[in-house]
Nanobody, 117 residues
Framework: QVQLVESGGGLVQPGGSLRLSCAAS????????MGWYRQAPGKQRELVAT??????NYADSVKGRFTISRDNAKNTVYLQMNSLKPEDTAVYYC????????????WGQGTQVTVSS
């Protein structure tokens, strides 16, 4: 069984920073893409950032403010969020794709990020 455990969410003032972490554990092998998505109230889930073998991809809304990174030895992905804005408020979900011939996709339980003064 595979588990994705997220941490690092919370309440922060506009302009502040947070760092999210997501650790994958269990029977997970050949991790390919790791990423973060978010869902604000009343909106669809949207991509925030992904990382694959060192190549990164960001939503336009977070470029220059957020940085995604990963530690392959720990099966962990991070999201450093700087210059946070109220519109970044959402539940952030970790996403992992693994496998070679057969692909698997896993989701974390979500962590709340609230940007408010």
């Amino acid at each position: 069984q595979v588990q994705l455990v997220e941490s690092g969410g919370g309440l922060v003032q506009p302009g502040g920073s947070l760092r999210l972490s997501c650790a994958a554990s269990g029977s997970i092998f050949n991790i390919n893409t790791m990423g973060w998505y978010r869902q604000a109230p009343g909106k669809q889930r949207e991509l925030v950032a992904t990382i694959t073998s060192g190549s990164t991809n960001y939503a336009d809304s977070v470029k220059g403010r957020f940085t995604i990174s990963r530690d392959n030895a720990k099966n962990t992905v991070y999201l450093q969020m700087n210059s946070l804005k109220p519109e970044d408020t959402a539940v952030y979900y970790c996403n992992v794709h693994s496998g070679t011939v057969v692909g698997y996709e896993y989701w974390g339980q979500g962590t709340q990020v609230t940007v408010s003064s």
